[in-house]
């Protein structure tokens, strides 16, 4: 029982020593670094960055968002207008309406929910439109959330006015149609910079 005592106490004694050796070791190290030197030449000014792209700044976009509550029963016709000011003829234009849609009381009948940029459809790279088609269904009042959404390209700077457009399909005659119940509208138009691809 002795010795083994006496065989801890002389494993304690050890680490204890290979404890102060290292502490010892790396503290010689730590100062064996030298004295600072002088300070080096000046080097070349760099060239001044973007200032839209600093890391601490949100770069800045051009958007605009309007919004409504009120529910419009039209079935053809300008529903609401959002307008933005295009900076740059090289840019697209990204356009959304979001809200509710309904077509009612009809049977095989279809209505069109579409955005115009200055009252003109989108061509470049087509129409931005939704349809809503509704058969057997004569007396259904389903109001339904839907967005209608893309890009437009080739628009010139300046003042644009977005607008959500309703009316008949193509091929179609005009049927009861609603815009927007019980909830927010909205159009949202961005300027965006143009496809890469």
Not at 114 to 120: I, K, Q, R, V
Request: aromatic fraction near 12%; charged fraction near 15%.
């Amino acid at each position: 029982m002795a010795d083994t005592r006496i065989l801890s106490q002389t494993m304690k004694s050890y680490i204890a020593c290979v404890l102060l050796i290292l502490c010892f070791i790396m503290y010689v190290n730590a100062e064996c670094v030298g004295q600072k030197g002088t300070r080096g030449p000046t080097g070349a000014k760099g060239v001044t960055g973007d200032e839209a792209l600093d890391w601490y700044r949100a770069p800045r976009k051009n958007w605009r968002q309007c919004t409504w509550t009120s529910s419009d029963g039209r079935d053809s016709g300008t529903i609401a207008s959002c307008q933005i000011y295009k900076e740059s003829s090289s840019t697209a234009l990204y356009a959304a309406y979001s809200g509710n849609t309904r077509l009612h009381n009809c049977h095989g009948c279809c209505g069109r929910w579409y955005l115009t940029f200055n009252n003109a459809e989108c061509s470049n790279p087509q129409v931005i439109d939704g349809t809503v088609y509704m058969a057997n269904y004569n007396s259904a009042d389903l109001y339904r959330h839907r967005v209608v959404q893309g890009h437009c390209y080739g628009l010139s700077a300046g003042w644009i006015t977005v607008s959500l457009v309703v009316g008949a399909c193509s091929g179609y005659g005009t049927y009861d149609l609603n815009t927007g119940w019980n909830s927010a509208s909205r159009l949202i138009v961005v300027e965006e910079t143009a496809p890469m691809y």
